[in-house]
């Protein structure tokens, strides 16, 4: 049973536009929200993360936004950059800290 | 460099033969973990390692045996694999008490 959902596999967006990934989850005891970037070839990168005492957490480009009464969690990157074309994995832990993966969001950033 | 070293980076090996994954981290991290991914797949859990003692086997078939020797090194020990088994094998280590895991480059492992 999947408790993490990334329904969009993939996303194309305009160089400089926004990029827009979802996450859904089920599990409620889920406390801790992480988004991991991949490029391919390497294994995951931590990229930002968010508590459950929080809506929302920003770091330069890179913005996620906890809707804990929707089990819902996005991850805004503005402007988008080329770079930014990789797999996004969201994951979510309750307090053992053992990560549910979804099954990422492949993003490509067009010239 | 990640702190979690893998090797090595790519394998393929026939169904009959015997290799192994190893996994470093030098990061003082207490638990190391096996994930598996395939293509569109989410990442899999295969083990879960405590300091040293196995905590977590995800239902993984007996052809993949884990080894964990202390906190710092990971082993997969792989037998009679199958083409199916080809992905891509991360190993990631984290912290007691800090969420979020450190991974290594993976393996990519083709069976053949």
């Known amino acids: 049973d999947q408790q993490v959902k990334q329904n969009s596999p993939s996303l194309s967006v305009q160089e400089g536009r926004i990029s827009i990934l979802n996450c859904d989850y089920t599990?409620?005891?889920?406390?801790?929200f992480l988004w991991y970037k991949k490029y391919p070839a390497e294994g995951p990168t931590f990229l930002i993360s968010i508590s459950s005492i929080k809506d929302k957490n920003e770091d330069g480009r890179f913005t996620v936004f906890l809707n804990k009464s929707a089990k819902h969690l996005s991850l805004h990157i503005v402007p988008s950059q080329p770079g930014d074309s990789a797999v996004y994995f969201c994951a979510a832990t309750s307090n053992d800290y053992k990560l549910s993966f979804g099954a990422g969001t492949t993003v490509t950033v067009r010239a | 460099e990640t702190g979690v070293t893998q090797t090595p980076r790519h394998l393929v090996m026939g169904m009959t033969n015997k290799k192994s994954l190893k996994c470093e981290q030098h990061?003082?991290?207490?638990?190391m973990y096996w994930y598996k991914q395939s293509a569109k797949k989410p990442l899999e859990l295969m083990f879960v390692y405590n300091f040293k003692e196995q905590t977590e086997n995800n239902s993984v078939p007996s052809r993949f045996s884990p080894e964990c020797p202390n906190s710092s090194h990971l082993f997969l020990h792989l037998h009679t694999l199958q083409p199916e088994d080809s992905a891509l094998y991360l190993c990631a280590s984290s912290a007691r008490d800090t969420p979020g895991y450190t991974f290594g480059s993976g393996t990519r492992l083709t069976v053949v």
């Open positions: 990061l003082g991290h207490n638990a």
């Open positions: 599990n409620s005891m889920f406390d801790y």
